[in-house]
């Protein structure tokens, strides 16, 4: 192997290594030496926050996968018009930022929120204070957050599965005369329960390592979780060795997931269909099963939905007192350049500069793959490494990770706009190799070849071929990249960045004040830019290069 190659693969290393492996590191490294001094071991407090972890994170699968998996088999075997609207319809809350989950479920699910209020509407009764729904603020406000900002993950990657098996297996099955029960029960779901563990797993990470839902509405010591002590043991009493004894137990549990998500995920895959070949079944629905399915799926957008139009419509609101009506203002709006515009800006600045140093990062990985894939050593353990380390960050924890920096780096520079960057990046860095990588691969073998038999370096090789020919996918990468810079709280909040306010940071403060009006104003903002994010991504990928 060429010298020079290793030139692509170092910057990513480097990167990788003192801005994830490193902090990481030193975050578990206070757990074995603060001896008395941690006292999470004392009184069986770390056994109780994190039984408390994982059963939350237990009841919100169950609660995703009740709510998904109608959507999934809908999905998963159905060629009607309803079916590619729900798809589309289940990616919207995956492209929220966490803290616009809070917000928005706080607003349509809240005790005068707007579920309430159409309820009261209906029933009758006291508008503004007696809706019959109490959830917030306690345990069980925690598991329905998740449950139904986290259902449409069960619905896509289980729907995959299923469509997977439908189209390998179901006309061969039907063919020997089993019925659609028959062929459900004992080829369809065997089939498909890889994909379904698989989804269930990722919901359970995702709930697991949750921080701003449980923040704000968890109600209190009885309903904290991993990620919040750790925040409140290192930035409020300041104690890293329990913060880092907390790390550890979150990183332990969260790495088995991962490892048993990617298990599963890879065992989905192995279904293989060709799709010029295996159609499913063409017959209509009977109506009362089209009468569910349109049901289900105007639920599904009210749920979906509910929450964001909650957040745009009540930044035109305003309500002059508590016995008054509300109604429609630009106040929330006309603060612009005073409140949160600065926020924004930072924001903006913050995503530019991070999806650009992420998608460079990981187009040197992926080109360093490439490079050796055609010199015939794809399964080399370089390549081997360069991808590991391209994907290391997927499991990191924004709390983890930003108690890491302020551990090794100090306070001085973690806080610095700098080191949000590379920690943004370096935290975006998997998306981007996974897109890009992709797109490198598909390109014809001897792309490369030709272009260095005329004398072209690699580097001029990768520069003058194989990035033009994958500009689709460096586009989506970078637009993913930015879309997840955007909405990023947690390592902000961790690393204190008081003096560089976000605008994620803005609305969380914002609504911890209940000045909901200016919270949904800038959240709106918030909104436009993550779907602007997350179109150019999508936008960069037609329909030949999925």
């Not at 406000?141 to 998740?146: D, K, R």
């Not at 104690?239 to 048993?260: D, K, Q, R, S, W």
Request: charged share 10%; proline share 5%; glycine share 8%.
């Amino acid at each position: 192997m060429k010298k020079t190659y290793w030139l692509f693969a170092l910057p990513p290393i480097l990167a990788v290594g003192f801005c994830f492996i490193l902090p990481y590191g030193a975050s578990f490294f206070n757990a074995f030496t603060g001896g008395e001094r941690i006292t999470v071991w004392h009184n069986s407090i770390i056994f109780n926050i994190t039984f408390f972890t994982l059963s939350q994170a237990f009841y919100s699968v169950l609660l995703s996968l009740a709510i998904g998996l109608p959507g999934a088999w809908f999905i998963g075997g159905s060629r009607s018009r309803f079916a590619p609207l729900l798809r589309s319809l289940t990616g919207v809350p995956f492209a929220m930022p966490s803290i616009l989950v809070v917000l928005g479920f706080v607003l349509f699910f809240g005790n005068s929120g707007w579920l309430n209020r159409i309820i009261v509407s209906i029933a009758g009764g006291d508008e503004w204070g007696n809706g019959p729904l109490r959830i917030l603020y306690r345990p069980q406000a925690i598991v329905l957050a998740h449950g139904f900002f986290n259902f449409p993950l069960v619905v896509r990657l289980a729907g995959d599965g299923l469509s997977r098996a439908r189209r390998a297996y179901a006309p061969a099955a039907a063919a020997l005369g089993a019925s659609p029960a028959v062929t459900a029960l004992t080829v369809i779901l065997p089939l498909a329960l890889p994909g379904i563990l698989s989804a269930a797993l990722l919901v359970f990470l995702y709930s697991f390592t949750s921080f701003a839902v449980v923040l704000v509405l968890g109600g209190g010591p009885a309903a904290t979780t991993l990620a919040v002590e750790i925040y409140r043991h290192a930035r409020v009493f300041l104690n890293y060795h329990n913060a880092g004894a907390l790390a550890l137990a979150e990183t332990l549990i969260a790495v088995t997931v991962f490892m048993a998500y990617a298990y599963f995920g890879k065992k989905s895959r192995e279904i293989k269909t060709e799709l010029s070949e295996r159609y499913m079944d063409s017959h209509k629905h009977p109506l009362p099963a089209m009468v569910i399915l349109i049901v289900y799926t105007v639920l599904a957008a009210l749920f979906i939905l509910g929450p964001i139009v909650s957040i745009v419509l009540e930044s035109f609101l305003y309500q002059p007192s508590r016995a008054a009506a509300q109604e429609l203002t630009i106040r929330w709006w006309t603060s612009l350049g005073d409140t949160y515009l600065p926020a924004l800006l930072r924001s903006l600045f913050l995503a530019f500069s991070a999806a650009t140093l992420a998608s460079l990062l990981a187009i040197l990985s992926a080109g360093f793959v490439k490079l050796l894939d055609n010199a015939g050593r794809g399964n080399s353990p370089p390549v081997f490494l360069i991808k590991f380390i391209s994907a290391a960050p997927v499991i990191s924890s924004g709390i983890v990770l930003g108690l890491g920096w302020l551990i090794i780096y100090g306070r001085a520079f973690s806080r610095s706009p700098w080191a949000l960057i590379l920690l943004h990046a370096v935290v975006a860095l998997p998306f981007a190799f996974n897109s890009i990588s992709e797109g490198f691969r598909s390109l014809p073998a001897n792309t490369l070849n030709a272009a260095m038999v005329f004398g072209a370096k690699p580097l001029g090789a990768l520069i003058t071929t194989a990035i033009p020919l994958s500009l689709r996918r460096i586009r989506s990468a970078w637009g993913f990249a930015a879309a997840l810079s955007l909405g990023e709280l947690n390592a902000v909040m961790m690393l204190g960045m008081e003096g560089w306010e976000t605008l994620p940071l803005f609305i969380y403060r914002a609504a911890g004040a209940y000045r909901y009006g200016i919270a949904c104003a800038a959240g709106t903002l918030l909104i436009l830019c993550c779907a602007g994010g997350f179109l150019l991504s999508d936008w960069g990928i037609n329909k030949y290069d999925r």
